[in-house]
């Protein structure tokens, strides 16, 4: 019988990561984030295990985008009451919470569920570089 052999928790030790987010292209950066994140660089990878890893995002009100997707992209959130929906344009959402634009994006990529929130726990995005 073969049998699969699985790290042992030892071997996971946390890692902190810190990216750039000036001049990148934003799903570029948030496919590095979570992978990152998820802790795909490790030969210890297992998808059901958590990692550890801790990733810290600057600059993210330099984040770029191509096309015309600073006009046509538009961002959703509800109250959860009727008529509580709120649409913003990537603009909008750049000049009040520009840090938004990549949570939401990183999210949008890491596994739903509790393994899920655990990671994006773990995420940190801060406007400047101070």
Known sequence: IMTTDFPKSELHQPQYFLLDAEGKTLGRLATEASKLLR??????????????????????????VSGKKKLKKLYYSTSQRPGGLKVQSFNDLKKK??????????????????????FYSRLYVYTSAN
Request: glycine letters at 12%.
């Open 39 to 64: 802790g795909k660089e490790s030969s210890y990878y297992t998808p059901g295990i958590d990692q550890g890893n801790f990733v810290m995002i600057i600059n993210a009100d330099k984040i770029y």
């Open 97 to 118: 919470f520009p840090a938004r634009i990549i949570e939401k994006a990183i999210y949008g990529m890491l596994p739903k569920g509790v393994l899920g929130r655990k």
